[in-house]
């Protein structure tokens, strides 16, 4: 870790401390606002294949949402979602081999994240910006989703009418939001006593509990045809998780287990992209 996010990272410890003491109420609110909010913004130079495509830009609820779309009116559209704290960008290498099967290519940058407006996102609001891209924009018969991208991706096939006709590639998707929840106290040595605070603040936003939140319980809804690609040593959603899903057998679901690839370094391996468009 570099110096200057280990800095940051001891004083937002020592905010909470200060601030779990005084009140634990406010520790979690801050808490809750913190897990939603990126740490950076990643808005590099577009690569040239950006430059090639057409820049779609709409209003979604209260964000201004900035995308690209590639060879319009192509047989079958595919969407592409990107993880936390990243960017559409970060998936160029994607964009043209589907383009040159014949699809027509989407790619969106969702709040908060690289030239889209927000400072925070929940998995709620970006399954609702895939329903409204695939209500808009689709319909869309192909999606690839990484990380939160992926965990939004089976929130919203759960509730958009499908078949197996449709295609979703799950690139090392956060399965348990109640894991990701456990690795940010660890990370930022919250007091254990406000995660109950925590909890009911999800509740009462999205009105579900933790429990709701997770792939496994999607997975009777969602017809698709899924290629689920996880890395063994994948730190930040953990094989584990993933695995529960395996061993429970679903007929549509199609596992490639990696290993030395970590969470961001999987979907730019070049094995891994061959994979996910012939799949696509």
């Known amino acids: 870790m570099k110096l200057s996010k280990q800095l940051a990272l001891s004083y937002i410890r020592a905010k909470f401390k200060l601030l779990s003491a005084i009140s634990k109420k406010k520790a979690a609110e801050q808490a809750f606002k913190l897990f939603c909010t990126p ?3 990643d808005v590099k130079e577009l690569p040239p294949v950006f430059n090639s495509g057409e820049e779609v830009r709409f209003r979604f609820d209260q964000y201004d949402i900035v995308g690209y779309r590639w060879n319009k009116g192509g047989h079958r559209k595919v969407l592409i979602l990107h993880g ?3 960017t559409v960008i970060n998936f160029e290498r994607y964009i043209q081999p589907l383009a040159d099967k014949g699809y027509e290519v989407m790619a969106f940058d969702a709040p908060a994240h690289g030239r ?3 400072r925070q996102v929940t998995a709620i609001i970006y399954r609702d910006l895939i329903k409204y891209i695939h209500e808009h924009y689709g319909p869309v018969y192909s999606y690839m989703g990484h990380s939160l991208g992926g965990f939004a991706l089976s929130l ?3 509730e958009i009418p499908h078949d197996r006709n449709y295609r979703a590639v ?3 998707p956060s399965s348990e ?3 990701a929840i456990t690795n940010f106290f660890n990370l930022i040595s919250l007091d254990g006593k406000i995660r109950g605070r925590f909890e009911n603040i ?3 936003m999205s009105g579900h509990p933790v429990e709701w939140f997770t792939i496994r ?3 009777p809804g969602v017809k698709a045809e899924i290629l689920w690609l996880h890395d063994e040593d994948d730190m930040v959603t953990p094989l584990h998780d993933a695995l529960k899903i395996k061993a429970e057998n679903y007929p549509n679901i199609h596992f490639v287990i990696t290993k030395g690839l970590g969470h961001s370094r999987i979907y730019r391996d070049a094995g891994v992209a061959k994979k996910v468009i012939d799949f696509l």
């Open 116 to 118: 889209s407006s927000g």
């Open 170 to 172: 799950y690139i090392a």
């Open 217 to 219: 319980r999607t997975m």
């Open 156 to 158: 919203a096939l759960a």
């Open 84 to 86: 936390f704290e990243s």
């Open 202 to 204: 999800i509740e009462t």
């Open 177 to 179: 939001t109640s894991t």
């Open 39 to 41: 740490p950076t913004r």
